[in-house]
């Protein structure tokens, strides 16, 4: 089944300590997306990128980077992770070409800092 | 100002009884998805509504678009404790987001109980 993927589910990292989260697609979608959500609060974007243009929300620390080497593939990396940067880390792609736009989640990596 | 007001945030009734959770704009969006996200997993897409006025139905979910496409409610009937989770609406292409962009309300924290 095409899909979203999302590892580790859960990552425990030191404070301080980079830490990188993956996410793959077999959906071939164009639009990737990185969101963090904090508990039972709605999902707040990062950033996203549209096929290779990377778009950063106006509000996201610089703290937090990504990549995305290919079309199937887009990590998160959290540069020097701070207690408040604890949250469920969301990927979610799109086919940006005309439509609805629909969103598509993976299940979410959880992030320990200590 | 919350571009997507929903209502309630939190909603905790008995097995069997009906609900209706509301997703209120003032601004126009081209369409609007409702999600349903469970502990510790991504939103999974119940449904996208594009056309003003659209009504679907998702078994005991019915949805509705607003005729001015600025608002959208979810109506459950005969709540299951499986209806349990965080319902999540969002609006495509809303004031200063790209049309692949989700703008996502606050949620509704379902809890039903047996």
């Known amino acids: 089944d095409a899909m979203v993927i999302q590892n580790p589910r859960y990552q425990v990292t030191q404070f301080g300590k980079p830490v990188t989260l993956s996410c793959s697609q077999t959906?071939?979608?164009?639009?990737m997306y990185w969101y963090q959500q904090k508990s039972s609060q709605a999902p707040k974007l990062l950033f996203h990128?549209?096929?290779?243009?990377?778009?950063n929300e106006a509000d996201t620390p610089d703290n937090f980077q990504s990549r995305r080497p290919n079309t199937s593939f887009c990590f998160l990396d959290i540069r020097s992770p701070g207690l408040g940067d604890a949250a469920m880390y969301l990927c979610?792609?799109?086919f940006g070409t005309g439509g609805t736009y629909e969103q598509y989640f993976g299940p979410g990596t959880r992030l320990t800092v200590t | 100002t919350q571009l997507l007001e929903q209502s309630p945030q939190f909603l905790s009734i008995q097995e069997g009884e009906n609900l209706t959770v509301y997703c209120n704009s003032s601004?126009?969006?081209?369409?609007l998805q409702w999600y349903r996200q469970e502990p510790g997993e991504g939103p999974v897409l119940l449904v996208t509504?594009?056309?003003?006025?659209e009504v679907k139905k998702l078994k005991r979910l019915t949805f509705q678009f607003g005729d001015a496409r600025k608002d959208s409610s979810l109506h459950i009937t005969a709540a299951q404790p499986g209806d349990t989770g965080l319902y999540l609406c969002?609006?495509?292409?809303?004031?200063?987001?790209?049309?692949?962009?989700?703008?996502f309300g606050k949620g509704t924290k379902l809890s039903v109980i047996p």
């Open positions: 990128y549209y096929d290779k243009d990377f778009n």
């Open positions: 959906l071939n979608h164009n639009v």
């Open positions: 979610a792609t799109s």
């Open positions: 509504v594009v056309t003003g006025g």
């Open positions: 601004s126009v969006f081209s369409s």
């Open positions: 969002a609006g495509n292409g809303g004031p200063g987001a790209g049309s692949y962009q989700l703008t």
